[in-house]
């Protein structure tokens, strides 16, 4: 009970701004709706997409991670 005292008392961790990253990769959809570079024959929008699934996975990992060695 102590620890989520003090895990409020600390504030948000300023790693949590690392999630914004992926929202900004996949904002604005004009930046990447083309097909090509194909990338074993799937549109570049597609693949684009579903590589940030990964990125994303990747940055949360890493801000749990971080997040959970502060505290």
């Known amino acids: 009970m102590a620890e989520d005292t003090d895990r409020e008392h600390r504030g948000p961790?300023?790693?949590?701004?690392?999630?914004?990253?992926?929202?900004?990769?996949?904002?604005?959809?004009?930046?990447?709706?083309s097909v090509g570079p194909q990338f074993a024959?799937?549109?570049f929008f597609y693949w684009y997409q579903f590589l940030w699934v990964f990125i994303g996975a990747g940055i949360t990992v890493v801000v749990y991670?971080?997040?959970r060695s502060r505290g």
């Open 13 to 33: 961790s300023p790693w949590l701004w690392l999630l914004v990253i992926p929202f900004i990769g996949l904002l604005w959809p004009a930046w990447y709706s």
């Open 41 to 43: 024959g799937i549109p």
């Open 65 to 67: 991670a971080l997040d």
